[in-house]
């Protein structure tokens, strides 16, 4: 499995950036569809989370900010950024999880890079 992650940029604060990440290869059944960030110096955080049955969940300093979307025929999953911060600059990795029962497996992204200037 290929995760091709892309969108990233410089941006000023208050911005937006829309964040893709198309996976393919042997898929099987693509279940939980993520973003995650990791800043320098930290450790690397859930951003959005997404389900196969549209279930989303986000982080409490992204929420109302971020939006997490996902085609399923295109096996691509989005991050819609508004209202960036510069506390918002990391690179941004997707990562996805498939099912070939019973077996899950997790696939990570190579990463975007994301900086946010005040």
């Known amino acids: 499995v290929q995760l091709q992650a892309s969108g990233g940029g410089l941006v000023q604060a208050g911005g937006s950036l829309r964040l893709s990440c198309a996976a393919s290869?042997?898929?099987?059944?693509?279940?939980?569809m993520d973003w995650y960030r990791q800043a320098p110096g930290k450790r690397r955080e859930l951003v959005a989370h997404t389900t196969s049955g549209g279930i989303t969940n986000y982080a409490d300093s992204v929420k109302g900010r971020f939006t997490i979307s996902r085609d399923n025929a295109k096996n691509t999953v989005y991050l819609q950024m508004n209202s960036l911060k510069p506390e918002d600059t990391a690179v941004y990795y997707c990562y996805v999880v498939t099912t070939d029962k019973p077996v899950r497996r997790g696939y990570w992204g190579q990463g975007t890079l994301v900086t946010v200037s005040s």
């Open positions: 290869g042997s898929l099987f059944s693509i279940d939980d």
